[in-house]
């Protein structure tokens, strides 16, 4: 998952957005992504990826957006049936376009915005019903 940063690189102040990797770092500024290799990240890196993925994201089916920004589209309807990182809607922040993935496979039960909406950091975006709860 990737998070927004303020940064300052040979004196100029930059907001980055950085999703940590196996001992490197992508940070995209700009529109442009670099890969940062960070001395001792490694294992911190590993931890917090797999926290993520067996973390509330996975259990919960809402799926929201990091940042806010300006929905561009939404790749699904109600009813569809997704599978666990697929793109479900994009998103523009800081004039990139950002994809947002289930964190589940399942159902989309509800979707909570539409395209052009203008929508805040971690407000709920879409709800999916696992196929483990829709069998219950």
């Not at 999703?19 to 294992?43: A, F, H, K, L, Q």
């Not at 890196?45 to 929201?64: E, N």
């Not at 697929?86 to 909570?112: C, D, F, P």
């Amino acid at each position: 998952m990737s998070e927004k940063r303020k940064v300052t690189v040979d004196g100029e102040e930059y907001e980055v957005e950085i999703s940590p990797g196996d001992g490197n770092w992508e940070v995209s500024i700009d529109g442009r992504t670099y890969t940062v290799e960070i001395e001792g990240i490694e294992r911190r890196a590993q931890r917090k990826r797999r926290a993520a993925k067996s973390g509330g994201a996975s259990g919960s089916g809402i799926v929201s957006s990091a940042i806010p920004g300006k929905i561009v589209a939404i790749m699904t309807a109600e009813g569809d049936d997704v599978e666990e990182g697929s793109v479900v809607i994009v998103l523009e922040a800081m004039k990139m376009q950002n994809e947002i993935k289930a964190g589940i496979g399942g159902h989309v039960r509800k979707i909570m915005c539409k395209p052009g909406e203008r929508v805040e950091a971690n407000m709920p975006l879409m709800e999916i019903t696992s196929s483990a709860e829709g069998d219950e």
